[in-house]
């Protein structure tokens, strides 16, 4: 069975300087990873995914994650982070049939002037 | 182009009262599934339908309905409500039945009074 931990529900940092939220999945068979950001009222929006191929994968806005395998990680990674990027984050890992995803239970980053 | 659209954007109900949500998906989607978000928590899967047809079911109880139309739109439609059915419900609509990328609306807020 699929399943995702997101290790912090809050994230403070400060603007302009570099953060990692943390993800790490369970998945029995092919491994389709995607972040999700969701701002206040709003729906979900597709920040990266991996699929297969490099573990490097990049996404809008500046945010890149990384596959590892081995310590079945997708940690999401930004290096100088802005006010706007004040959103819950979703981490999320597909099942094995149909389009069913399975979310972690979301980090909060709050950015600090 | 026109994203995921959902109507009504937010209602309040009484308990014992029956709701039905709608969903247009993206132009030539033919998969929307649907997702509840519990304040605090990430979405959970509720149903995917593709060309009409039910393709996954999550956890939930029968009192939980829904399907699609011939244009690909789609209803959930919830009987007998309860306070826990307050919640966001997300619809996410996908080019096929495993493409693997979903693209969420920005959700239909209930509340259970």
């Known amino acids: 069975a699929q399943s995702v931990t997101q290790l912090d529900s809050q994230v403070p940092v400060f603007e302009e300087a570099p953060v990692e939220l943390r993800c790490n999945y369970s998945?029995?068979?092919?491994?389709?990873l995607f972040w999700y950001v969701q701002y206040p009222n709003q729906g979900l929006q597709l920040l990266l995914k991996?699929?297969?191929?490099?573990?490097l994968v990049k996404g809008i806005n500046g945010f890149e994650a990384e596959f590892n395998k081995s310590q079945t990680s997708f940690h999401l990674r930004k290096p100088s982070v802005h006010i706007s990027d004040t959103a819950e984050y979703f981490c999320?890992?597909?099942?094995?049939?149909?389009?069913?995803?399975?979310f972690g239970t979301g980090t909060s980053l709050t950015v600090i002037p | 182009d026109a994203g995921v659209t959902q109507s009504p954007t937010h209602l309040i109900k009484t308990r014992g009262q029956h709701v039905t949500l709608r969903c247009s998906p993206i132009?030539?989607?033919?998969?929307v599934s649907w997702y509840q978000q519990v304040l605090g928590q990430g979405p959970q899967f509720i149903f995917q339908?593709?060309?009409?047809?039910?393709?996954g079911r999550g956890n939930f109880p029968d009192r939980f309905s829904a399907r699609q139309f011939p244009n690909y739109s789609s209803e959930l439609n919830v009987n007998a409500l309860l306070l826990g059915d307050s919640a966001l419900y997300l619809c996410?609509?996908?080019?096929?039945?495993?493409?693997?990328?979903?693209?969420f609306g920005e959700g239909s807020r209930l509340t259970v009074l």
């Open positions: 996410a609509s996908s080019l096929d039945a495993n493409t693997g990328e979903l693209f």
């Open positions: 998945s029995s068979v092919s491994v389709y």
């Open positions: 991996y699929l297969s191929g490099s573990t």
């Open positions: 999320a890992v597909k099942g094995d049939t149909g389009n069913q995803f399975y």
């Open positions: 132009s030539g989607h033919k998969s």
């Open positions: 339908y593709y060309e009409k047809e039910e393709r």
